[in-house]
């Protein structure tokens, strides 16, 4: 990443975002179902034998680990990024602070999966681990459109003296740096879709 700050102005507020896009809401979707289907349980349970779930636990360690490979990659994009820096590690905070209210939650659940309020517990702090980790990820995609429009910055200014040459020279000493910016630019593209 660049080491000077962007001069891009956003109009966002970096402290009220909200799912905008419909394409974030259809790939949050499914993560959402399942922890509505977690409150969506009978008042009163079915009377057949109960254990406690193995299943619950390995679940909840899968949670765990993803929570944490998320943080690792959240705490490189933080210490990269030029922008939103502190917004970013308040936003790291509150998904391990969420991830570990989950744990608790959970811990707590799966030792009497069929009480009701136990259950309720566990999905608000699931919701809640959602809602932190959807935050983290627009704040990381704003990080990286504000690092892609500076880089298109660059490339317009390049664009602009190639525009305004005036000798064969000049011509094509700007044509190779408009070339480095415009192959630039399309691996800064390629790496964004991916």
Known sequence: MSTKVPSIKLKIDPRDLQIQTFTVEKLLEPLIIQVTTLVNCPQTPS????????RARVLLASVEEATWNLLDKGEKIAK??????EE???ALADVQKESQALKV????????PCYLPKRQAVVQAARSL???VTRLLILADMVDVAYLLEHLTVFQRTFESLRN???KSDLQTTYQKFRKDLENLDYLAYKRQQ
Request: positive net charge; proline residues 0%; charged residues 30%.
């Open 88 to 90: 970013l590690h308040a």
């Open 130 to 132: 959602l809602t932190a």
């Open 47 to 54: 009377s057949k034998k109960k254990g406690r779930s193995k």
């Open 80 to 85: 990269e990024a030029v922008v939103f820096k």
């Open 105 to 112: 939650s959970a811990e707590a659940f799966t030792s009497d």
């Open 165 to 167: 040459v005036s000798s």
